[in-house]
């Protein structure tokens, strides 16, 4: 049986203030040319389909456009969950009329896991799309305590298998972190004050478990896969090879998985070198419409530095002087940076108070982090 698996598509994203609907259109068009001439059994999309809970329009627009050339004009189903930048109940909308035409849409988790079954020479394969779900969500819906989202993917997955009939295959579509996966910087994290980490060993029972969330394309204990995002979102990705993936299960539930890339309509790159110099490159560079983020090694006062540089790259998106950078490591400045919320409030209680914050103290900060967290998913912030 065949899959193509992809996800965290971030549809309506701007990055550098910049939106990216057109780049994610272009790529898109190569997807579904995939779709129509690998003729998979079903499309797996792993979450995060939307950058925010309340996409712009043009975002919509596109994904009503790509899911209804798949599912209507390819006739190839289509399975998607939401992750953790969707709005769940926002994406799920309709959900019930959707399916009876292929398209199965799991936006918010209710106590159970629904099943899709298919069936090829080789007997049944049920698909199980769960959505992301926060630990708060899986203790509202079965109505046990979990701690954190390891212990909430546990329980979840326990009942999944107890349902599951023997012998028969299993693709399991997910959202979460799992425990020794490369991360990147786009990745919204999963918890305030945890690491958001699911243990790999939750998901054993299942033949493929196509996941989302971390944007590098991976593999990890030999079945658990993610895709990757759709473009480059961050300069950290800058080295990624962004890719779709085709998986193949056979008769015995073993998965083989081929990565097919789709070109962007523009790359994003760095680039690095005298302001001059590079100018004078970009005017010779067959790819200078590209995304790029310079980093300057003058030594000198620079005028005007972004101006200059995009009448070489007109999509520049900054720069950085690495003189300056030299200058600021070790500083308060670029340490702060690498903070987040938790851990600069926590420095200014210990400045204000003299004391470290208490465990109740910290916890109580972790829920309050979390609620205006879920807020600021659902007003689309």
């Known amino acids: 049986m065949r899959f193509i ?28 040319e995939l779709v129509r001439e690998r003729r998979p059994d079903a499309v797996l999309l792993a979450g995060d389909i939307y950058d925010r809970a309340v996409p712009p329009a043009e975002a919509v627009t596109l994904l009503d456009d790509v899911l209804s050339r798949i599912v209507v004009g390819e006739g ?15 994406l799920g909308f309709g959900a019930r009329l959707l399916a009876s035409g292929g398209l199965t849409v799991v936006g918010r988790y209710q106590g159970e896991v629904p099943a899709l079954e298919l069936d090829d020479a080789h007997g049944p394969l049920r698909i199980y799309p769960l959505p992301y779900c926060e630990p708060a969500v899986v203790r509202d819906a079965l109505g046990i305590e979990v701690a954190d989202h390891d212990a909430a993917m546990a329980a979840v997955l326990e009942q999944v298998r107890a349902g599951h009939p023997t012998g028969v295959r299993s693709l399991l579509v997910a959202h979460a972190f799992v425990a020794g996966g490369a991360e990147s910087e786009s990745e919204r994290p999963l918890s305030v004050g945890g690491s958001g980490a699911v243990d790999a060993r939750r998901f054993e029972g299942f033949d493929f478990v196509a996941l989302g969330h971390l944007h590098r394309p991976q593999t990890l204990a030999g079945r658990l896969h993610y895709a990757g995002s759709l473009m480059k979102y961050s300069l950290s990705e800058a080295d990624h090879d962004k890719s779709v993936s085709v998986v193949e299960i056979g008769a015995d539930g073993a998965a083989s998985v081929e990565r097919v890339q789709l070109a962007p309509r523009r790359d994003l790159r760095r680039i690095r070198g005298e302001l001059a110099a590079l100018i004078e490159a970009g005017r010779d560079d067959p790819e200078n419409e590209d ?73 109580a900060l972790d829920a309050t982090l979390e609620h205006l967290a879920r807020d600021d998913r659902e007003a689309g912030a």
């Open 291 to 363: 995304y790029v983020f310079a980093t300057l090694t003058d030594s000198g006062a620079l005028l005007d530095s972004m101006a200059r540089l995009r009448e070489a790259y007109p999509n520049a998106l900054g720069c950085e002087r690495e003189v300056l950078q030299r200058a600021g490591e070790g500083g308060a400045a670029s340490r702060h940076r690498e903070l987040d919320v938790r851990h600069l409030f926590a420095d200014f209680f210990r400045e204000v108070t003299g004391d470290a914050l208490s465990e109740a103290q910290a916890a």
């Open 5 to 32: 698996h992809s996800g965290d598509w971030h549809l309506g994203r701007l990055f550098h203030a910049r939106s990216l609907v057109e780049d994610q259109a272009y790529v898109l068009d190569q997807f579904v």
């Open 76 to 90: 190839v189903p289509v399975v998607m969950i939401a992750g953790n930048h969707d709005s769940p109940d926002r």
